[in-house]
């Protein structure tokens, strides 16, 4: 199970936002030493896009202020400075298991 | 440029069957570089995997859903498909289809379709 905290975020322009995400089970494969878990950004009406993924490396093309950080079971993703643009909902993903499951979401709105 | 594309009916009826096919332009489903999936999310609500297919015709599903789940390849026409029977009303969604650039990974996405399960 993945569970994302908060459910939802307000925070202004310019400023940090940080969406935490908690596995039930460590995502790290000892045969890789790499987390299996990625992060995306659903905007309205469209599909995810992936931004991160073996927790830390960002998508081509995704931009800097993006960044995965955490291992095994506590994951989080920060915006260094918020963006109009980034109004979205954010999911973690895991895919150590075979189920792939996601975290419920998090809603992230300007303040 | 990797595009995918769903389409099938939009509205089921209860305990039919949902066919959906994905379309895939840019690269060739028969690559054995990507496994190909299908990813569903009800309205309002989060993201749920259904299943993946290999070039080589392995498949998964979810265990939630592996009972009732057929993924297929046609390499011919570059389409996977997706065929989910005995429907209710909980499996009214945007079905997505998308490639995993790495098991489990999805770095690319149709736009998706609502299918509507209803009578």
């Known amino acids: 199970v993945m569970t994302q905290s908060p459910d939802s975020l307000a925070v202004s322009l310019g400023e940090r936002a940080t969406i935490n995400c908690k596995s039930s089970q460590s995502v790290l494969y000892s045969s890789n030493n790499k987390n299996h878990l990625a992060w995306y950004q659903q905007k309205p009406g469209q599909p995810p896009k992936l931004l991160i993924y073996?927790?830390?490396t960002r998508e081509s093309g995704v931009p800097d202020r993006f960044s995965g950080s955490g291992s095994g079971t506590d994951f989080t993703l920060t915006i260094s400075s918020l963006q109009a643009e980034d109004v979205a909902v954010y999911y973690c993903?895991?895919?150590?298991?075979?189920?792939?499951?996601f975290g419920q979401g998090t809603k992230l709105e300007i303040k | 440029q990797v595009q995918l594309q769903e389409s099938g009916p939009g509205l089921v009826k209860p305990l039919e069957t949902l066919s959906l096919t994905c379309t895939v332009s840019?690269?060739?489903?028969?690559?054995?570089?990507?496994?190909w999936s299908w990813i569903r999310q009800p309205p309002g609500k989060g993201l749920e995997w259904i299943g993946y297919?290999?070039?080589?015709?392995?498949?998964n599903s979810s265990p939630s859903l592996k009972s009732r789940v057929t993924v297929s390849l046609d390499t011919s026409k570059n389409k996977l498909s997706l065929k989910l029977n005995s429907v209710t009303a909980a499996d009214t969604a945007v079905y997505y289809c998308?490639?995993?650039?790495?098991?489990?990974?999805?770095?690319?996405w149709g736009q998706g379709t609502l299918v509507t399960v209803s009578s």
């Open positions: 297919i290999y070039y080589s015709g392995g498949t």
């Open positions: 998308a490639r995993e650039k790495y098991n489990g990974l999805f770095d690319s």
């Open positions: 073996w927790a830390s």
């Open positions: 840019g690269v060739s489903v028969s690559s054995p570089t990507y496994y």
């Open positions: 993903q895991e895919y150590y298991s075979s189920s792939y499951t």
